[in-house]
C-alpha cells in the first residue's frame, strides 16, 4: 500500500514532465514571421512591455511607402529612429497616423506591443536572414 | 479506498511513461526529419500564418489574437514566389490595393517618373534595367536621391555582395521589396552577342 507522501512525490514528478513536455513543444516552433516585419525592442524589454511588431505588409496596403519614409522621416534601418512614446504622444513618427483618427490610437497599447518578449530588433525573413549558416539548426 | 488511491497512482505512472515517450519521439522527429536540414523549405501551408502562429508575436498577450491575418487580406491579391507571396506592383497596377500617396489627403496622385535606367553589368547575367515608374509609385524621390544613389550616370558602383549586405538596392530588396532571389526581375535585358562573358574571354 502506497503512502499519502509517494502519491506527492508522484505529483511533482508527473508536474515535471508536463513542464519539461510544454517547454519541448514551444521551443520546438520557429519564427515564421511576415517578410518584412519588424520587430523594434530598443526600449520595450527593459521597461516591461512586449517588444513592437511592426507588420509593412499591414501598413504598405493602406499607404504607400512614400508616406512614412519620407514625409514622416523614419530611416530605413529597423531600430534606428529612436522611437519612444514620448515622441508618438507628440505626433511624430507612429503618433503620425496613430491618433485614434487615421488609426487606433496610443491606448491600444497591446495591439502594437504584441511581440514575444526577449525578441531583438530585426527586419524578419530578411535575405541576410535566409543566409546558410554552418551547422545548420545550432544557428542562433 | 485503498484500491481507489492505488488505481489514481498506477494512472498517473501511465501519464509519466506516456509523456517521456512523447518528449522522445518529439526529439526523434527534430533530428531524423531530412527536410528539416533545410530550414528555407517552408511548406505552402506554413506560409503565411497568423500572427499567434508566426513566432515572433506572443500568442499568450491580448493583442496578438486582434491582429488581421495576412491570408484574410492576400486573398484577393495577385501572387509571387516569394516574399510575402505576393506581387505588389502587379496589386498596385491591377488597383486591388489603393494605399493613399498621402496620409491626410485620399486623393494624392503620386509624381510618377517614366525612366528606365539600364546598368550593363559585368558577368554573363542579363543587364539590369532599373523602372524609376514603379518605384515612384511607391517611393519619393528624396528617399533614393542622393543618400542612397547619386543621380548621375557611372557614379554608383554596386555589387550583389553590397546588396546581400543591405546597401543600394538592398535597402530594400531583400528586406521588404521582392527578395533578392528574383534574379530576372532586375537582370531582364539581354547582352548583345558582341559583348559579355564570351566576348571578354576571347
Redesign the interface.
Known amino acids: 500500500?502506497?503512502t499519502y507522501d509517494?502519491?506527492v512525490v508522484?505529483?511533482i514528478?508527473?508536474l515535471f514532465?508536463?513542464m519539461?513536455?510544454a517547454v519541448?513543444?514551444l521551443t520546438?516552433?520557429?519564427?515564421?514571421?511576415?517578410?518584412?516585419?519588424v520587430?523594434i525592442n530598443n526600449y520595450s524589454d527593459d521597461a516591461g512591455m512586449?517588444p513592437v511588431?511592426f507588420?509593412?505588409?499591414?501598413h504598405?496596403?493602406?499607404?504607400?511607402?512614400?508616406?512614412c519614409?519620407?514625409?514622416?522621416g523614419f530611416k530605413?534601418e529597423a531600430g534606428g529612429n529612436e522611437i519612444n512614446m514620448l515622441k508618438i504622444i507628440d505626433g511624430e513618427y507612429c503618433g503620425?497616423?496613430h491618433d485614434g483618427d487615421?488609426a487606433w490610437s496610443v491606448e491600444n497599447c497591446?495591439?502594437?506591443?504584441?511581440?514575444?518578449?526577449g525578441?531583438p530588433t530585426q527586419?524578419?525573413?530578411?535575405?541576410?536572414q535566409?543566409?546558410?549558416k554552418p551547422a545548420?539548426?545550432k544557428a542562433e | 479506498m485503498?484500491i481507489l488511491?492505488?488505481l489514481?497512482?498506477s494512472t498517473?505512472?501511465v501519464?509519466?511513461v506516456f509523456?517521456?515517450a512523447?518528449?522522445l519521439v518529439?526529439?526523434e522527429s527534430?533530428s531524423a526529419d531530412p527536410n528539416?536540414?533545410?530550414?528555407?523549405l517552408?511548406p505552402p501551408s506554413?506560409?503565411?500564418?497568423p500572427?499567434t502562429?508566426?513566432?515572433?508575436?506572443?500568442a499568450d498577450?491580448?493583442?496578438?489574437a486582434?491582429?488581421?491575418t495576412?491570408k484574410s487580406?492576400?486573398d484577393i491579391l495577385p501572387k509571387s514566389k516569394?516574399?510575402?507571396y505576393?506581387d505588389?506592383v502587379k496589386a498596385l497596377d491591377e488597383k486591388k490595393?489603393a494605399?493613399?500617396?498621402?496620409?491626410?489627403d485620399v486623393d494624392a496622385q503620386?509624381i510618377v517618373m517614366d525612366l528606365n535606367i539600364v546598368r550593363e553589368v559585368k558577368g554573363s547575367m542579363p543587364n539590369v534595367v532599373y523602372p524609376h515608374k514603379q518605384h515612384t509609385?511607391?517611393?519619393?524621390c528624396?528617399?533614393c536621391h542622393p543618400a542612397i544613389f547619386i543621380p548621375q550616370k557611372g557614379a554608383n558602383n554596386i555589387s550583389m555582395a553590397s546588396i546581400?549586405?543591405?546597401e543600394a538596392c538592398?535597402?530594400?530588396h531583400?528586406?521588404?521589396a521582392f527578395?533578392?532571389?528574383e534574379c530576372r526581375r532586375c537582370h531582364s535585358q539581354p547582352k548583345k552577342k558582341s559583348t559579355g562573358a564570351k566576348a571578354a574571354a576571347k
Open positions: 500500500m502506497r509517494e502519491n508522484l505529483a514528478v508527473l514532465c508536463m519539461l513536455v519541448d513543444l520546438a516552433r520557429d519564427a515564421h514571421a511576415e517578410y518584412g516585419d520587430v512586449r511588431v507588420p509593412h505588409w499591414f504598405r496596403v493602406r499607404f504607400r511607402c512614400k508616406v519614409h519620407a514625409d514622416l530605413f503620425a497616423c487615421i497591446d495591439l502594437c506591443h504584441s511581440g514575444s518578449p525578441t527586419v524578419h525573413e530578411s535575405t541576410l535566409k543566409l546558410a545548420a539548426g | 485503498t488511491r492505488n489514481i497512482t498517473g505512472a501519464v509519466i509523456m517521456l512523447l518528449l518529439n526529439k527534430h528539416q536540414f533545410n530550414r528555407l517552408a506554413k506560409r503565411n500564418p500572427p502562429l508566426d513566432g515572433i508575436h506572443d498577450g491580448p493583442g496578438a486582434m491582429l488581421q495576412p487580406a492576400f516569394s516574399g510575402n505576393v505588389w490595393i494605399p493613399r500617396y498621402d496620409r491626410n503620386p509609385e511607391w517611393l519619393d528624396s528617399n546581400l549586405l543591405g538592398g535597402v530594400c531583400g528586406k521588404v527578395p533578392v532571389s
